[in-house]
Structure formats: C-alpha cells, structure tokens
C-alpha cells in the first residue's frame, strides 16, 4: 500500500495549525507514514481536491498537509478562541459558539480534541433535567486528543502525546481527601469538566471543543490511537464515581475509600469493552 511520509513540524507550526497536527498524529501516531488510501477516506476535513492530490505523493511536508486539510467553519455566535458547540437555553440544541479558553500556566497541559464521547448526562445537562445548568455550556466529559503544548513544569507529557480528560479538571489540591487522590471528594469542591466553575471564577466548558487546557494532574495517558473515524466512548468506564455508596461499602470493609468505581456504569461494560477494543 502507497504511503506519504510527511514531516513533523517545528514548534512554531504546531501552535498555528493545532487542528492538522492533531489529524496528522491521529492519521499516523508512529511517524511510519500515511496510507494513500486511508489519506483520501479522510478528504471531507479539507479540500477535497488538494487531499487527493496529497495522497499521490511520497513525501509532504507539514505545510502541504496543513494546507490540504485546512477548512473553514460555520458561522458562528461569540468571540474567543475556542470553537465549540454550545448548549444556550434548555431545549437542548447545541450550536456553533466561541468562548476564551485560559492561557497556559506553568503546570497545563494544551490538548486539541479528537474525540469526545456523549453521556446521557450531557443531554440531562443542556436540557437542565438536574435544574442546576447555566448556560451558555460546552458539554462533553469523555474527551481524547493530542497534546500541543505544554506548561513549563509539566513532565508526563509533551507534544504530540496522546491524552484523555474525564470527568474532573480540578481541585484545591490541600484538603484531606486530594491528598488521598480522592479528588472527587474534595472538600472545598471539585471542578467538573462543565457546568461549574474553577476557584478563580473562571467557567469550565467541556470537551465538545477544539481544544482543551487542563491541569496536568487531571490529564490522564493514552497509549492506544484513534485512527477510525466513528467516535468511541473515552473515560466514563475510567472515571471515580462520586456516588457515596462507594466509599460507604469500601470503608466498612477496612479498605480505603480511594475508588475507581463501576457504580452507574455496569450497564455500559459489554458493549464498550466491544467498542473499545476496536480502537
């Protein structure tokens, strides 16, 4: 099978095509090439015409690939740099919106989002089932992408690394219990990856995004690459239930109340372990 190699690019071409350097590190995480055909699969997240012709090379560089891909969106309400699509009153139709993500701090990991599961929760969300929405909200908690940046004090990843984001993307970090790495626990809070807000009042919007800027501690490794398109469920499997059941039957049996818990997810463990491993 045809390959393009296609050259990895410098820092400076990985902050202004974010987008491509994730499509390239999902089209080819091991740097061993793209296949011809698998390139053209791919040609309606650019121009068609430029794609094709891309395919019918051995080598590219990261300029060409960017170009080929690059793609204009819809029109959108808002100003920002972030493209999501967003909830903004409770009938639940989401639409093209544009927000501020937060610059990047010392210990944030910059990730563009590949892939986003939905979550029965996301549409008791922006349809406020819970009566506890605020709006306008960027759902999605199950988030997988590729790393662009990263902090100066970050050293888990770097980019081009694959990550996920769960459920959680923050906490005050001193209390009894995220010393415990029972963050969900926290007891001045967690922040949810949506529909709350972090200490500083900044809002946290959610993974149906571009990008993401999470804390480091929050941010969690991928080793398998999402190199199919249909989207597949990321970390709800993975992610600590705040259910009190769960810290309730663990203690009484004299364990530590640290959990990855299955509770409310049962339901979902068949048919996702059949999904997931056919990722």
């Given amino acids: 099978m045809p390959r393009v190699s296609v050259k990895q690019p410098d820092a400076s071409g990985m902050k202004e095509h974010p987008r491509e350097f994730a499509l390239l590190h999902q089209l080819d995480p091991e740097s061993k090439g793209i296949e011809s055909q698998k390139l053209t699969e791919y040609a309606d997240r650019g121009d068609e015409s430029k794609v094709k012709e891309l395919a019918g090379k051995s080598e590219a560089s990261f300029e060409d690939f960017a170009a080929a891909f690059k793609k204009t969106g819809p029109a959108v309400d808002g100003k920002g740099n972030c493209l999501a699509w967003a909830a903004r009153d409770s009938t639940g139709e989401l639409a093209p919106f544009k927000f501020d993500r937060r610059e990047l701090r010392a ?33 999605g908690h199950e988030c997988l992408g590729v790393v662009v940046d990263v902090g100066k004090e970050v050293s888990k990843f770097k980019p081009g690394d694959l990550a996920a984001v769960g459920c959680m993307v923050d906490s005050c970090g001193s209390c ?36 993401m800027v999470v804390k480091e501690h929050f ?45 409310g997810w049962a339901t979902w463990w068949s048919s996702s372990q059949r999904l997931l491993g056919s990722m």
């Fill in 107 to 139: 210990d944030d990991v910059c990730m563009q989002v590949t892939y986003c599961g939905m979550c029965h929760s996301d549409v008791h969300q922006i349809k406020d089932d819970w009566g506890n929405s605020k709006f306008p909200m960027v759902p």
């Fill in 176 to 211: 009894e219990r995220c010393k415990q790495d029972d963050e969900q626990y926290c007891m001045t809070g967690m922040t949810p990856t949506y529909n709350g807000k972090y200490a500083d009042g900044e809002v946290a919007q959610g993974g149906y995004s571009t990008y």
């Fill in 219 to 263: 941010v969690l490794r991928s080793q398998t690459a999402c190199t199919r398109r249909p989207p597949r469920p990321c970390c709800a499997l993975a992610s600590p239930s705040t259910h009190p059941c769960a810290t309730t039957v663990l203690t009484r049996r004299g364990r530590r109340s640290r959990s990855w818990a299955w509770v």
